[in-house]
């Protein structure tokens, strides 16, 4: 019995490590154009903005000037504009929240129920996207579902089989989506 017991505690801790080391690797949340973003500076009631990263992926703040914004963490923007405030503060703390993820948005058209643009509040695969939209109409061409996704001035697509994924198969075409990604429902 006590064997058991022991076994039984090494494979839960196991267990937790890997649902820990999973969780300490999560892709961290990047700034996207649209996103509303609140910026303050300790002790500085002048330097407390709210801000949204303009379709060019740039913000403005005081002081700190047209600073990149998108495609950054919320850290790596918080330490750009520490270091563009120190020419005139010493020391200033900064802090920059996430107000609205509006700019993490997919777009899906085609034959669904409900066609649109969706705001994506949580990681998103192919299938919830589609389930947003209310799911698939009736003449909808199942496994010929596309993803396009834009990677500079180049676009990639990727096939989504909804039909095969029904039925356990073809479950690597459920791609995670990223934003910005279209899905074409023929």
Not at 14 to 29: E, K, Q
Request: proline letters at 5%; a negative charge.
């Amino acid at each position: 019995m006590m064997k058991y017991l022991k076994k039984q505690i090494l494979l839960l801790g196991a267990l937790f490590s890997i649902v820990m080391s999973n969780l300490a690797f999560a892709d961290p949340y990047l700034l996207n154009a649209g996103d509303v973003l609140g910026i303050s500076v300790w002790n500085e009631e002048t330097l407390q903005k709210d801000v949204i990263i303009l379709p060019d992926g740039r913000i403005s703040f005081p002081l700190a000037g047209e600073l990149d914004a998108q495609g950054k963490t919320v850290s790596q923007l918080q330490s750009t504009i520490t270091v563009k405030l120190t020419e005139y503060l010493s020391d200033p703390v900064v802090t920059v929240s996430v107000l609205n993820v509006s700019g993490n948005t997919v777009h899906i058209l085609g034959k669904v129920t409900n066609p649109g643009i969706f705001v994506m509040s949580q990681p998103l695969d192919a299938i919830k996207a589609l389930s947003l939209a209310g799911g698939l109409s009736p003449y909808a061409e199942e496994n010929n579902i596309v993803v396009l996704r834009r990677d500079g001035k180049r676009q990639n697509t990727f096939p989504v089989r909804y039909g095969s994924i029904k039925k356990g198969d073809d479950l690597d075409t459920n791609i995670m989506l990223e934003s910005g990604d279209v899905i074409v429902i023929p």
